[in-house]
Protein backbone atom coordinates (compact mmCIF):
# COMPACT_ATOMS: atom_id res chain seq x y z
CA UNK A 1 0.00 0.00 0.00
CA UNK A 2 1.88 3.05 -1.52
CA UNK A 3 1.13 5.81 1.10
CA UNK A 4 1.28 9.54 -1.36
CA UNK A 5 0.29 11.30 2.02
CA UNK A 6 3.04 10.41 4.53
CA UNK A 7 6.22 12.56 4.62
CA UNK A 8 9.61 11.10 3.97
CA UNK A 9 10.75 10.97 7.95
CA UNK A 10 7.83 8.90 8.73
CA UNK A 11 8.14 6.69 5.56
CA UNK A 12 11.60 6.10 6.74
CA UNK A 13 10.40 5.33 10.22
CA UNK A 14 7.89 2.52 9.42
CA UNK A 15 9.73 1.27 6.75
CA UNK A 16 12.63 1.17 9.87
CA UNK A 17 10.84 -0.28 12.34
CA UNK A 18 9.12 -3.15 9.39
CA UNK A 19 12.90 -4.82 9.77
CA UNK A 20 12.04 -5.80 13.12
CA UNK A 21 11.11 -9.86 13.89
CA UNK A 22 7.75 -9.92 13.64
CA UNK A 23 6.38 -6.56 12.82
CA UNK A 24 4.29 -5.98 9.49
CA UNK A 25 3.40 -2.54 7.46
CA UNK A 26 0.16 -2.25 10.19
CA UNK A 27 2.18 -2.67 13.20
CA UNK A 28 5.18 -0.70 12.07
CA UNK A 29 2.77 2.47 11.48
CA UNK A 30 1.44 1.85 14.88
CA UNK A 31 4.17 1.58 16.35
CA UNK A 32 5.70 5.01 14.75
CA UNK A 33 2.40 6.88 15.30
CA UNK A 34 2.86 5.56 19.14
CA UNK A 35 6.15 7.42 19.37
CA UNK A 36 5.56 10.30 17.98
CA UNK A 37 2.75 11.20 19.54
CA UNK A 38 2.29 9.97 22.71
CA UNK A 39 6.13 8.44 23.62
CA UNK A 40 8.72 10.87 22.48
CA UNK A 41 10.71 10.30 25.27
CA UNK A 42 10.55 6.83 24.44
CA UNK A 43 11.40 7.26 20.76
CA UNK A 44 14.69 9.04 21.83
CA UNK A 45 15.93 6.20 24.44
CA UNK A 46 15.34 3.58 21.71
CA UNK A 47 17.50 5.70 19.53
CA UNK A 48 20.53 6.01 22.13
CA UNK A 49 19.78 2.17 22.83
CA UNK A 50 20.41 1.34 19.79
CA UNK A 51 23.55 3.56 19.14
CA UNK A 52 25.11 2.26 22.52
CA UNK A 53 24.19 -1.53 21.88
CA UNK A 54 26.05 -1.33 18.53
CA UNK A 55 29.26 0.76 19.53
CA UNK A 56 29.43 -1.35 23.09
CA UNK A 57 28.20 -5.12 22.33
CA UNK A 58 30.74 -7.53 21.11
CA UNK A 59 30.61 -11.48 21.57
CA UNK A 60 32.46 -13.06 24.31
CA UNK A 61 35.08 -14.91 23.00
CA UNK A 62 35.01 -17.87 24.79
CA UNK A 63 31.23 -18.43 24.88
CA UNK A 64 29.97 -16.36 21.97
CA UNK A 65 26.95 -14.28 24.07
CA UNK A 66 26.56 -10.35 24.12
CA UNK A 67 29.24 -9.28 26.01
CA UNK A 68 30.91 -5.61 27.35
CA UNK A 69 33.78 -7.55 27.82
CA UNK A 70 36.37 -9.45 25.78
CA UNK A 71 34.73 -12.64 28.13
CA UNK A 72 31.85 -12.44 29.75
CA UNK A 73 31.08 -12.24 33.40
CA UNK A 74 29.94 -16.73 33.71
CA UNK A 75 32.68 -18.13 31.43
CA UNK A 76 35.37 -15.60 34.21
CA UNK A 77 33.36 -17.03 37.46
CA UNK A 78 35.78 -19.61 38.63
CA UNK A 79 32.81 -21.50 40.17
CA UNK A 80 31.58 -22.62 36.90
CA UNK A 81 32.12 -26.56 36.14
CA UNK A 82 34.53 -26.51 33.13
CA UNK A 83 33.96 -30.32 32.86
CA UNK A 84 30.75 -28.95 31.18
CA UNK A 85 29.40 -27.32 28.49
CA UNK A 86 26.04 -26.59 27.37
CA UNK A 87 25.16 -25.48 23.80
CA UNK A 88 21.64 -23.04 23.02
CA UNK A 89 20.97 -20.98 20.23
CA UNK A 90 20.47 -17.40 21.81
CA UNK A 91 20.98 -16.24 25.25
CA UNK A 92 17.00 -16.41 25.99
CA UNK A 93 17.88 -20.11 25.62
CA UNK A 94 20.90 -19.74 28.16
CA UNK A 95 18.67 -17.45 30.63
CA UNK A 96 16.02 -19.96 30.83
CA UNK A 97 18.23 -22.69 32.04
CA UNK A 98 20.09 -20.88 34.10
CA UNK A 99 16.68 -19.96 36.04
CA UNK A 100 16.38 -23.53 36.39
CA UNK A 101 19.46 -23.36 39.22
CA UNK A 102 20.29 -26.79 37.86
CA UNK A 103 23.62 -26.22 35.62
CA UNK A 104 26.90 -24.97 37.10
CA UNK A 105 28.79 -25.48 33.97
CA UNK A 106 29.68 -23.60 30.91
CA UNK A 107 27.76 -22.58 28.00
CA UNK A 108 28.43 -21.65 24.16
CA UNK A 109 25.56 -19.35 22.41
CA UNK A 110 24.86 -20.47 18.30
CA UNK A 111 23.38 -17.35 18.10
CA UNK A 112 21.11 -19.21 15.54
CA UNK A 113 20.71 -22.67 14.90
CA UNK A 114 21.26 -24.51 11.02
CA UNK A 115 18.51 -23.91 8.74
CA UNK A 116 19.11 -25.38 5.52
CA UNK A 117 16.40 -23.83 4.00
CA UNK A 118 16.79 -19.95 4.15
CA UNK A 119 20.66 -20.62 4.00
CA UNK A 120 22.16 -20.84 7.10
CA UNK A 121 24.85 -23.48 7.57
CA UNK A 122 27.42 -24.75 9.21
CA UNK A 123 29.66 -21.94 8.06
CA UNK A 124 26.80 -19.35 9.26
CA UNK A 125 26.91 -20.28 11.94
CA UNK A 126 30.62 -19.78 12.89
CA UNK A 127 30.63 -23.76 14.57
CA UNK A 128 34.61 -23.21 14.05
CA UNK A 129 35.01 -21.42 17.09
CA UNK A 130 32.76 -23.91 18.92
CA UNK A 131 34.91 -26.80 18.25
CA UNK A 132 37.89 -25.23 19.10
CA UNK A 133 35.99 -24.44 22.42
CA UNK A 134 35.33 -27.79 22.83
CA UNK A 135 39.15 -28.75 22.54
CA UNK A 136 39.31 -27.53 26.00
CA UNK A 137 41.48 -30.65 28.35
CA UNK A 138 38.72 -29.99 30.96
CA UNK A 139 35.81 -30.74 29.08
CA UNK A 140 33.97 -33.62 29.19
CA UNK A 141 30.72 -33.56 28.42
CA UNK A 142 28.34 -31.09 26.67
CA UNK A 143 24.88 -30.69 26.16
CA UNK A 144 22.84 -30.18 23.58
CA UNK A 145 20.10 -27.28 24.69
CA UNK A 146 19.01 -26.93 20.97
CA UNK A 147 15.01 -26.77 20.36
CA UNK A 148 13.16 -29.44 19.51
CA UNK A 149 12.10 -28.46 16.30
CA UNK A 150 13.01 -29.86 12.70
CA UNK A 151 16.33 -27.02 12.57
CA UNK A 152 17.30 -27.45 16.44
CA UNK A 153 16.91 -31.13 15.70
CA UNK A 154 19.23 -30.77 12.68
CA UNK A 155 21.62 -28.41 14.26
CA UNK A 156 21.68 -31.19 17.56
CA UNK A 157 22.28 -34.05 14.83
CA UNK A 158 25.06 -32.55 12.89
CA UNK A 159 26.79 -30.98 16.84
CA UNK A 160 26.75 -34.74 17.91
CA UNK A 161 28.55 -35.88 14.99
CA UNK A 162 31.34 -33.41 15.22
CA UNK A 163 31.62 -33.53 19.06
CA UNK A 164 31.70 -37.59 19.53
CA UNK A 165 34.54 -37.87 16.64
CA UNK A 166 36.64 -35.67 19.06
CA UNK A 167 35.77 -38.16 22.02
CA UNK A 168 33.27 -35.99 24.52
CA UNK A 169 30.53 -37.34 25.94
CA UNK A 170 27.69 -35.61 24.05
CA UNK A 171 23.80 -35.70 25.37
CA UNK A 172 20.64 -33.58 24.71
CA UNK A 173 17.91 -32.38 27.16
CA UNK A 174 15.03 -34.97 27.80
CA UNK A 175 11.93 -35.00 26.36
CA UNK A 176 8.57 -35.88 27.94
CA UNK A 177 5.56 -34.50 29.16
CA UNK A 178 6.06 -30.68 30.26
CA UNK A 179 5.83 -30.11 34.77
CA UNK A 180 2.55 -29.84 35.31
CA UNK A 181 1.37 -30.66 31.83
CA UNK A 182 -2.18 -32.68 32.16
CA UNK A 183 -1.85 -35.52 29.34
CA UNK A 184 -4.77 -34.21 28.31
CA UNK A 185 -3.71 -31.35 27.21
CA UNK A 186 -0.40 -32.59 25.59
CA UNK A 187 0.11 -33.11 21.83
CA UNK A 188 0.28 -36.91 20.64
CA UNK A 189 4.02 -36.35 19.25
CA UNK A 190 4.77 -35.52 22.74
CA UNK A 191 3.05 -38.44 24.78
CA UNK A 192 4.77 -40.52 21.92
CA UNK A 193 8.50 -39.45 22.92
CA UNK A 194 7.19 -39.62 26.96
CA UNK A 195 6.43 -43.11 25.99
CA UNK A 196 9.45 -44.36 24.07
CA UNK A 197 11.77 -42.69 26.51
CA UNK A 198 9.82 -43.92 30.16
CA UNK A 199 12.15 -44.31 33.06
CA UNK A 200 12.16 -47.16 35.71
CA UNK B 1 12.47 -12.31 35.24
CA UNK B 2 15.79 -10.27 36.32
CA UNK B 3 18.59 -11.46 34.40
CA UNK B 4 21.92 -11.01 35.55
CA UNK B 5 23.54 -12.32 32.08
CA UNK B 6 22.53 -9.45 30.43
CA UNK B 7 25.25 -6.53 29.53
CA UNK B 8 24.08 -3.38 30.54
CA UNK B 9 23.38 -1.72 26.94
CA UNK B 10 21.78 -5.18 25.88
CA UNK B 11 19.21 -4.65 28.82
CA UNK B 12 18.86 -1.01 28.23
CA UNK B 13 17.49 -1.78 24.11
CA UNK B 14 15.35 -4.71 25.62
CA UNK B 15 13.91 -1.94 27.88
CA UNK B 16 12.95 0.45 25.20
CA UNK B 17 11.92 -1.87 22.29
CA UNK B 18 9.25 -2.50 25.15
CA UNK B 19 7.66 0.47 25.10
CA UNK B 20 6.76 -0.35 21.68
CA UNK B 21 2.95 -1.54 21.32
CA UNK B 22 2.21 -4.50 21.38
CA UNK B 23 5.86 -5.34 21.87
CA UNK B 24 6.77 -7.55 25.34
CA UNK B 25 9.62 -8.61 27.29
CA UNK B 26 10.18 -11.97 25.17
CA UNK B 27 9.65 -9.60 21.58
CA UNK B 28 11.80 -7.08 22.58
CA UNK B 29 14.85 -10.10 23.64
CA UNK B 30 14.09 -11.36 20.07
CA UNK B 31 14.53 -8.15 18.45
CA UNK B 32 17.05 -7.39 20.26
CA UNK B 33 19.35 -10.56 19.57
CA UNK B 34 18.12 -10.16 15.71
CA UNK B 35 19.34 -6.24 15.29
CA UNK B 36 22.79 -7.33 17.12
CA UNK B 37 23.20 -10.90 15.30
CA UNK B 38 21.62 -10.70 11.85
CA UNK B 39 20.75 -7.34 11.23
CA UNK B 40 23.47 -4.06 12.56
CA UNK B 41 22.36 -2.35 9.54
CA UNK B 42 18.61 -2.01 10.52
CA UNK B 43 19.52 -1.31 14.05
CA UNK B 44 21.38 1.72 12.75
CA UNK B 45 18.57 2.90 10.33
CA UNK B 46 16.48 2.44 13.02
CA UNK B 47 18.29 4.89 15.07
CA UNK B 48 18.98 7.15 12.39
CA UNK B 49 15.21 7.04 11.39
CA UNK B 50 14.00 7.79 15.07
CA UNK B 51 16.56 10.75 15.35
CA UNK B 52 15.03 12.14 11.99
CA UNK B 53 11.06 11.55 12.53
CA UNK B 54 11.79 13.37 15.98
CA UNK B 55 13.50 16.38 14.51
CA UNK B 56 11.92 17.34 11.36
CA UNK B 57 8.47 15.89 11.71
CA UNK B 58 5.60 18.17 13.45
CA UNK B 59 2.07 18.54 13.44
CA UNK B 60 -0.15 20.19 10.09
CA UNK B 61 -1.41 23.60 11.48
CA UNK B 62 -4.62 23.13 9.70
CA UNK B 63 -4.88 18.95 9.92
CA UNK B 64 -2.61 17.72 13.34
CA UNK B 65 -1.43 15.04 11.13
CA UNK B 66 2.57 14.86 10.98
CA UNK B 67 4.35 16.47 8.01
CA UNK B 68 7.11 18.60 7.17
CA UNK B 69 6.07 21.55 6.19
CA UNK B 70 3.80 23.88 8.45
CA UNK B 71 0.70 22.83 6.51
CA UNK B 72 0.32 19.74 5.00
CA UNK B 73 0.47 18.90 1.46
CA UNK B 74 -3.49 17.66 1.62
CA UNK B 75 -4.47 20.50 3.20
CA UNK B 76 -2.58 22.92 0.91
CA UNK B 77 -4.34 21.21 -2.40
CA UNK B 78 -6.52 23.39 -4.30
CA UNK B 79 -8.30 20.53 -5.30
CA UNK B 80 -9.72 19.56 -2.39
CA UNK B 81 -13.16 20.67 -1.67
CA UNK B 82 -13.41 22.82 1.91
CA UNK B 83 -17.06 22.63 2.59
CA UNK B 84 -16.25 19.09 3.64
CA UNK B 85 -13.74 18.26 7.00
CA UNK B 86 -13.48 14.55 7.70
CA UNK B 87 -12.68 14.04 11.49
CA UNK B 88 -10.32 10.75 11.50
CA UNK B 89 -8.30 9.35 14.72
CA UNK B 90 -5.15 8.37 13.38
CA UNK B 91 -2.87 8.96 9.87
CA UNK B 92 -3.48 5.11 9.56
CA UNK B 93 -7.50 5.73 8.99
CA UNK B 94 -6.74 8.93 6.79
CA UNK B 95 -4.88 6.53 4.49
CA UNK B 96 -7.73 4.14 4.25
CA UNK B 97 -10.00 6.89 3.14
CA UNK B 98 -7.83 8.53 0.60
CA UNK B 99 -7.47 4.47 -1.06
CA UNK B 100 -11.25 4.05 -1.42
CA UNK B 101 -10.92 7.46 -3.69
CA UNK B 102 -14.02 8.63 -3.19
CA UNK B 103 -13.50 11.39 -0.81
CA UNK B 104 -12.54 15.02 -1.93
CA UNK B 105 -12.54 17.39 1.26
CA UNK B 106 -10.39 17.83 3.80
CA UNK B 107 -9.76 16.44 7.04
CA UNK B 108 -8.92 16.99 10.79
CA UNK B 109 -6.38 14.14 11.90
CA UNK B 110 -7.73 13.80 16.34
CA UNK B 111 -4.17 11.18 16.72
CA UNK B 112 -6.09 9.25 19.35
CA UNK B 113 -9.72 8.95 20.86
CA UNK B 114 -11.34 9.37 23.95
CA UNK B 115 -10.48 6.69 26.60
CA UNK B 116 -11.78 8.27 29.97
CA UNK B 117 -10.94 4.92 31.42
CA UNK B 118 -7.45 5.56 31.17
CA UNK B 119 -8.02 10.03 31.63
CA UNK B 120 -7.83 10.79 28.15
CA UNK B 121 -10.70 13.41 27.63
CA UNK B 122 -10.93 16.31 25.81
CA UNK B 123 -8.30 18.18 26.93
CA UNK B 124 -5.83 15.47 25.94
CA UNK B 125 -7.27 15.30 22.34
CA UNK B 126 -6.80 18.71 21.68
CA UNK B 127 -10.15 19.32 20.65
CA UNK B 128 -9.61 23.47 20.81
CA UNK B 129 -7.64 23.35 17.30
CA UNK B 130 -10.48 21.01 15.97
CA UNK B 131 -13.44 23.23 17.13
CA UNK B 132 -11.48 26.70 15.83
CA UNK B 133 -10.87 24.70 12.47
CA UNK B 134 -14.75 23.98 11.72
CA UNK B 135 -14.91 27.80 12.16
CA UNK B 136 -13.94 27.97 8.63
CA UNK B 137 -16.79 30.05 7.19
CA UNK B 138 -16.01 27.73 3.87
CA UNK B 139 -17.61 24.49 6.12
CA UNK B 140 -20.48 23.02 5.62
CA UNK B 141 -20.07 19.50 6.95
CA UNK B 142 -18.38 17.32 8.89
CA UNK B 143 -18.02 13.51 8.36
CA UNK B 144 -17.32 11.99 11.68
CA UNK B 145 -15.16 8.68 10.76
CA UNK B 146 -13.85 7.63 14.22
CA UNK B 147 -13.65 3.62 14.91
CA UNK B 148 -16.97 1.82 15.77
CA UNK B 149 -15.60 1.02 19.55
CA UNK B 150 -16.97 2.33 22.61
CA UNK B 151 -14.02 4.79 22.66
CA UNK B 152 -15.13 5.85 18.91
CA UNK B 153 -18.86 6.19 19.63
CA UNK B 154 -18.11 8.37 22.47
CA UNK B 155 -15.60 10.33 20.72
CA UNK B 156 -18.34 10.83 17.92
CA UNK B 157 -20.64 11.79 20.32
CA UNK B 158 -19.09 14.19 22.38
CA UNK B 159 -17.66 15.78 18.73
CA UNK B 160 -21.50 15.71 17.22
CA UNK B 161 -22.32 17.49 19.79
CA UNK B 162 -19.89 20.21 19.96
CA UNK B 163 -20.39 20.79 16.30
CA UNK B 164 -24.21 20.53 15.11
CA UNK B 165 -24.26 23.29 18.56
CA UNK B 166 -21.76 26.05 15.60
CA UNK B 167 -24.57 25.03 12.77
CA UNK B 168 -22.68 22.46 10.98
CA UNK B 169 -24.14 19.23 9.33
CA UNK B 170 -22.25 16.38 10.68
CA UNK B 171 -22.50 13.10 9.76
CA UNK B 172 -20.92 9.69 10.56
CA UNK B 173 -19.93 7.03 8.25
CA UNK B 174 -22.27 4.24 7.91
CA UNK B 175 -22.50 0.92 9.28
CA UNK B 176 -23.39 -2.04 7.81
CA UNK B 177 -22.86 -5.12 5.63
CA UNK B 178 -18.66 -4.94 4.55
CA UNK B 179 -18.28 -5.56 1.16
CA UNK B 180 -18.01 -8.72 0.18
CA UNK B 181 -19.72 -9.86 3.13
CA UNK B 182 -21.56 -13.15 3.77
CA UNK B 183 -24.05 -13.05 6.19
CA UNK B 184 -22.87 -16.11 7.97
CA UNK B 185 -19.62 -14.76 8.84
CA UNK B 186 -20.69 -11.44 9.89
CA UNK B 187 -21.39 -10.97 13.67
CA UNK B 188 -24.88 -9.95 15.11
CA UNK B 189 -24.22 -7.14 15.98
CA UNK B 190 -23.55 -5.64 12.84
CA UNK B 191 -26.46 -7.52 11.42
CA UNK B 192 -28.73 -5.82 14.25
CA UNK B 193 -27.20 -2.34 12.57
CA UNK B 194 -27.47 -2.96 8.80
CA UNK B 195 -31.42 -3.87 9.63
CA UNK B 196 -31.73 -0.87 11.70
CA UNK B 197 -30.51 1.44 9.19
CA UNK B 198 -31.34 -0.78 5.49
CA UNK B 199 -32.58 1.30 2.71
CA UNK B 200 -35.05 1.02 -0.34
Redesign the interface.
Known sequence: ?Q????????A??V???R????VGV??A????????????P?????????????S??RHCERCN????EPV???CTNPRRDPSQLCVVE???D??MI??SHTYQGLYYVL??RLAPLSGVGPDELHFGPLLERAADPALREVILATSFTAEGDVTAHYLAEALRSRGLVVTRLARGVPAGGELEYVDAGTIAWALAERRS
Open positions: MDPLQPQPLELAALRLPGKSRRMAYHLLQHDRGAERLGQALQQALQLTFTECALSPAQNEAMG
